[in-house]
């Protein structure tokens, strides 16, 4: 097909993501290869998204696409209380990879599955209901996904899933809680200690972060924070939950983000939650795959007692076969440690741009996870209203992408998460795009 026939019928026939369909006007794209998307006229993109922060060993990886075309020709489903010789292979090797004593895997279909099973996990195991959740976040787009989401796309889903409790970031959207990483920390997890007394601890099974809040911000924890929480969360028996959807597998310059929390002052071992979640990156989005993993202590439970849990396609052995390839090829070609030091890198061109226009609020990364954050005038307020809208980001957009880079802007922010294969000459290219585009968000400068 044509581009504008792919275009055509797509519409025609089928509903986008989060959008009205009269108002999307999509990227035809026909094949992929490395960090370059081509439409089917051979018209090049820079995927500086990695799609939805998930291809992250880059497209079209050989050995990911042997890996799926072998599995195919072999067995290409099994009932899932069925064992398979890439469900022994996939399991063992989590086992080794995933720090910590989170042993046990329980495989879905995407992020979204795999944080609804672990709602039910961390309810069946404390026999407690509530699970704290923050306004920053998001964890999919499921019943239960969504009403642990913070942001404006939980609002027409609701009434949703009743047993959450919200509260804020340690960086909220409009405030901050402190300068400083010690003074965030300390407010917060007081703040959220007081929260925990007026909920009841004893009702209270868990609380769900995404370990760097992704589409929200990307918002590192401040250090200490984990730490802290984890310390106060295990004195009242409550579990922690990390999502690592989007910030996992090597995103931001360590396997898991979670990992970053050995940084933390007096911590040198780190914190490991009691639940992690797990997908994008984990198969490279190459197929779809969820993990809920959990602690030897969760799994021992389930051992005994039954996981009211399960799907047609858990552990799909087409799935488990394009992890085992995609993590390979993440970790024997160093692009775990490619996304720390290309991470530097990145932070340089931020910050020339940040010098250069005006329109620039603020930069933030770790590793390859990172935003340009855009504000109105010289008091610094975001140039989007929380919710909000303004016309110069969809003009951008379009810009970026007539000239050669494909990347998504969410309220104030433009996202900078390429595949982590990424290189300096590749790096330079692409934001040498985004400097002229930054042109257009400095002329709404209001003064």
């Not at 964890?139 to 009743?162: K, Y």
């Not at 294969?421 to 003064?447: K, N, T």
Request: charged share 20%; aromatic share 8%; proline share 6%.
């Amino acid at each position: 097909m044509s581009s504008q026939e792919m275009i055509d019928l797509c519409l025609k026939h089928s509903l986008f993501s989060w959008s009205a369909t009269g108002k999307v006007d999509p990227l035809p794209i026909a094949r992929a290869e490395g960090i370059y998307l081509y439409s089917p006229e051979g018209r090049r993109w820079i995927d500086f998204n990695s799609q939805l922060m998930s291809v992250n060993i880059g497209h079209g990886h050989p050995r990911v696409v042997k890996a799926i075309q072998e599995q195919a020709a072999t067995l290409v489903y099994a009932y899932p209380g069925m064992a398979t010789e890439v469900r022994a292979r996939l399991s063992a090797r989590l086992a080794e990879l995933v720090p910590g004593n989170l042993n046990t895997f329980f495989y879905t279909l995407g992020g979204a599955e795999a944080n609804e099973n672990a709602i039910k996990a961390a309810r069946l195991f404390t026999g407690r209901h509530k699970i704290i959740a923050r306004y920053r976040s998001y964890h999919g787009a499921t019943h239960g996904a969504i009403s642990l989401t913070g942001d404006p796309r939980r609002w027409p889903n609701e009434p949703g899933m009743n047993g959450v409790v919200r509260v804020m970031d340690p960086r909220p959207y409009s405030f901050s809680f402190g300068q400083t990483d010690a003074e965030r920390t300390e407010a917060n997890l007081r703040y959220l200690a007081e929260v925990i007394d007026y909920e009841g601890p004893k009702n209270i099974a868990a609380m769900i972060i995404e370990t760097v809040t992704g589409t929200n911000g990307i918002l590192p924890p401040p250090r200490g924070y984990l730490t802290g929480l984890k310390a106060l969360l295990d004195r009242h028996g409550i579990l922690l939950i990390c999502d690592e959807v989007m910030c996992g597998w090597g995103r931001t310059g360590r396997l898991f983000a979670f990992e970053h929390s050995k940084d933390d002052p007096g911590n040198p071992a780190g914190i490991v939650p009691d639940i992690c979640t797990m997908a994008k990156g984990l198969t490279s989005s190459y197929m779809p795959l969820g993990v809920m993993a959990v602690s030897d202590r969760i799994a021992d439970h389930f051992r005994a007692n039954v996981f009211w849990g399960g799907l047609t396609y858990n552990a799909h052995p087409m799935c488990l076969a394009a992890a085992l390839a995609a993590i390979e090829a993440l970790l024997s070609e160093g692009m775990v440690e490619n996304a720390a030091r290309m991470g530097e890198v990145m932070r340089g061109h931020m910050e020339r741009l940040a010098a250069k226009h005006r329109c620039v609020r603020e930069h933030r990364n770790i590793g390859l996870f990172g935003l340009i954050e855009f504000r109105k005038n010289a008091q610094g307020e975001l140039l989007v209203p929380y919710n909000g809208s303004h016309p110069v980001m969809p003009a951008l957009g379009k810009f970026l992408r007539e000239n050669g880079l494909f990347t998504i802007l969410q309220g104030s922010t433009l996202m900078c998460n390429p595949p982590l294969c990424i290189d300096e000459s590749q790096m330079r290219e692409a934001f040498e795009i985004i400097d002229r585009g930054l042109a257009l968000v400095d002329e709404a400068w209001e003064g």
